[in-house]
C-alpha cells in the first residue's frame, strides 16, 4: 500500500502487477561424504521423492571482467554443461536475504557466452553495457548432482546432493553439500525439512553459493562481515509484520556472518555476529512482554548459547587488535607491550576453537534452522491467548510507541542516582541502555527524522562513555588470565602494570564527563511521542 505523501499512480499503471525477476530461493547444508552417502539412502528422502532420481554430471565456469565488475554488483554469470546441453545462467544477489538470489536462465545453442540471449532490458546495468568480448573465464566448477524432486508439507522441493571441486587455477576448493531448492509452496518447508535431515545425519547451515566460493578462492579473499540492515517497516504494517520484520532483520545478519565467522575473515565477523545475537535478545525480551509466545523462548535460550561462546574471542580480538595498538600509539615504548600480543595469541585460537567447534555442532544448525521455521511460519502466534492475538493485530506505530516508552523507563529507573552508583549498578544500567537503543533502532524506519537522529546521539555517547569502564574491567581479567599463564616474565608483568595504570587514567578522566552524558540522555525528548 502506498504512503500518504507518495505520488499516486495512474489507474491504467496501478492496475498492472509489477514485474517481478525470477528467484531461485535455496538452502544449502554442508555435509560430509558420509552424511551425503547416508541422507541419499535415507527413509525420509524415499518417503516424500516423486521420481528416482537423476544423476548428472555438471561443468560450469564462471565469467567476469579483467576487474571483476559482475562480482562488484552481486552478480555471477556461469555457463554449464551437463551432456550436450550448454545453460547460461546469471544469479544476482543483494535482497539482504542468503536464501533468495534473481535468477535467469537461458539455453545455449552452440555453448558459446551470448549475453543478448538474456533480459538484459529488465537486469540492467552494468550487464547491459557490456559485450562477451569482455568476459574471460574466472574459475570453473566440476560437480557430480544428484538429483530428486520432492513432496513435503505441502510444497515441492527439489534436493540435490553434490559433491566435486571448485577450480581457479592451480587451486581447488572441495564441495560436499546438500541444496534445497523451493519449486512451489512457502519457504518454511525448506527449514523444515532440514531439520528432518539432521535426524539423519549431521550437516552445518551454509551462506556461501558455489560462485561466492570460487571467488575467494580465485582472488584469496575471505568473506565479509555484515552489519544490520535498517529494519523494513512501514507505516501502514501492523505489529504482528513489525515482529516478522524484526526477527527475519536480526536472522539475516545472523546467517550473513556465519562465513565470515568460519572462515577466521577476521574480529568484524565474530564482533557483527554477537551484536545479531544482542540484537535478537533484546528484541524478545521487549516482546516477552507484549507477546510472551512460548515458541519464542527456545530461540532466546539458544541465542544466549551461541553468544556466551563467541564472547571470549570477542574480548582477546579486542585486546589484541585494538587495546594493546592504541596505548602503544600513545607512546609507551619502554612497557613493550608486544609481550602481551604474544602471550594472548594461543588464547585467542583457543576461543576461536571453540567457535569452531560450537558451529560444527548440529544443535547450532537446528537452531538456525527452527529460527527461519518460525519465522517463516509466524510461530510466535502459536497458543496465544486472544488479548496476545489482539496486540498483533494493531498498527506498528501504536505498538513501537509503547514498547519504546517502556523501555526507556526501564533504562531511567536503572540510572536513579546515577552519580551514586556502584560498578555493578552500572553495568546493568549499560546493559538496559543497549537494549534500548536496539529497540529504537529496530523502529526508527517509522519516526525517522531530527528528533530520532539525537535521542540516538545522546543514548550512544552514554553508552561509549559506560563501556569504557566495562572495557577497563574486560581487560583487567584478560591481564590476570595472562599473569597465571605459564611461567610469565617480568617483561609480561610491567607492560600489564602499564596497561592496567593507563586505562585507569582514560576511566577516571571519561567518569568526569558521564554526569554530563547522563543529564543529556535523561532530559532527552522521546521522539516516538
Not at 15 to 22: G, H, R, T, V
Not at 51 to 57: A, E, F, K, L, P
Not at 374 to 397: F, K
Not at 443 to 448: E, I, T, V, W, Y
Amino acid at each position: 500500500m502506498p504512503r500518504d505523501d507518495a505520488a499516486q499512480p495512474d489507474a491504467a499503471a496501478a492496475s498492472e502487477p509489477q514485474k517481478l525477476p525470477p528467484r531461485e530461493i535455496e538452502l544449502k547444508l554442508a555435509a560430509s561424504q558420509s552424511a551425503l552417502e547416508t541422507l541419499r539412502g535415507a527413509d525420509l528422502i524415499a518417503r516424500h521423492a516423486r521420481n528416482q532420481g537423476v544423476t548428472r554430471r555438471l561443468d560450469a565456469v564462471y565469467y567476469d571482467t579483467p576487474d571483476r565488475l559482475l562480482d562488484r554488483n552481486g552478480l555471477s554469470l556461469r555457463v554449464r554443461r551437463s551432456g550436450k546441453r550448454h545453460v547460461q545462467t546469471l544469479k544476482r544477489s543483494g535482497s539482504g536475504d542468503p536464501l533468495v538470489r534473481d535468477e535467469w536462465e537461458v539455453a545455449l545453442p552452440d555453448g558459446a557466452l551470448d549475453l543478448a540471449l538474456l533480459p538484459l532490458a529488465e537486469i540492467g546495468e552494468p550487464l547491459a553495457s557490456l559485450s562477451a568480448g569482455q568476459l574471460a573465464p574466472v574459475f570453473a566448477t566440476r560437480i557430480r548432482r544428484r538429483l530428486r524432486r520432492l513432496d513435503y508439507a505441502g510444497a515441492v522441493i527439489e534436493i540435490a546432493f553434490d559433491d566435486g571441486t571448485i577450480e581457479a587455477g592451480e587451486q581447488s576448493l572441495s564441495v560436499s553439500e546438500v541444496e534445497l531448492e523451493l519449486k512451489e509452496g512457502e519457504a518454511a518447508a525448506l527449514y523444515e525439512f532440514g531439520l528432518a535431515m539432521l535426524d539423519v545425519a549431521p550437516l552445518q547451515v551454509a551462506t556461501q553459493s558455489k560462485s561466492a566460493r570460487g571467488y575467494g578462492l580465485a582472488f584469496a579473499r575471505l568473506p565479509r562481515a555484515v552489519k544490520a540492515r535498517p529494519v523494513e517497516i512501514g507505516a501502514h504494517d501492523n505489529a504482528d509484520a513489525a515482529i516478522a520484520a524484526i526477527l527475519g532483520n536480526t536472522y539475516r545478519q545472523l546467517l550473513g556472518n556465519l562465513a565470515p565467522v568460519t572462515a577466521r575473515s577476521g574480529p568484524e565477523g565474530v564482533h557483527q555476529m554477537r551484536v545479531s545475537l544482542r540484537r535478537l535478545r533484546s528484541a524478545l525480551s521487549v516482546l516477552k512482554r507484549e507477546v510472551a509466545s512460548p515458541a519464542l523462548e527456545p530461540i532466546g535460550r539458544e541465542a544466549k548459547r551461541l553468544g556466551h561462546v563467541l564472547g571470549p574471542a570477542r574480548n582477546w580480538d579486542v585486546f589484541i587488535t585494538q587495546t594493546v595498538p592504541d596505548i602503544e600509539a600513545e607512546g609507551l615504548d619502554d612497557a613493550e607491550l608486544a609481550v602481551l600480543r604474544k602471550a594472548a595469541e594461543p588464547h585467542q585460537a583457543k576461543s576461536y576453537a571453540e567457535i569452531a567447534k560450537r558451529l560444527e555442532n548440529p544443535q547450532t544448525s537446528r537452531f538456525l534452522l527452527s529460527f527461519g521455521a518460525l519465522i517463516e511460519r509466524r510461530g510466535w502466534r502459536s497458543g496465544l491467548p486472544s488479548e496476545a492475538m489482539a496486540v498483533l493485530a494493531e498498527p506498528a506505530d501504536d505498538f513501537a510507541g509503547r514498547v519504546l516508552a517502556r523501555t526507556h523507563r526501564q533504562a531511567l529507573k536503572r540510572g536513579r542516582g546515577f552519580g551514586s552508583l556502584r560498578p555493578e549498578a552500572r553495568h546493568e544500567l549499560r546493559l538496559a541502555l543497549k537494549k534500548l537503543r536496539y529497540t529504537a533502532e529496530f523502529f526508527l524506519p517509522l519516526h525517522d527524522g531530527a528528533a530520532a537522529r539525537k535521542y540516538l546521539g545522546r543514548l550512544w555517547r552514554l553508552q561509549e562513555a559506560l563501556g569504557l569502564a566495562n572495557d577497563a574491567a574486560t581487560t583487567q581479567h584478560l591481564l590476570a588470565e595472562l599473569r597465571t599463564g605459564k611461567a610469565p616474565g617480568p617483561e609480561l608483568h610491567f607492560a600489564a602494570g602499564a596497561i592496567h595504570g593507563w586505562q585507569s587514567r582514560h576511566t577516571i578522566e571519561a567518569g568526569r564527563k558521564l554526569k554530563r552524558h547522563w543529564r543529556r540522555f535523561e532530559s532527552a525528548s522521546p521522539f516516538w511521542s
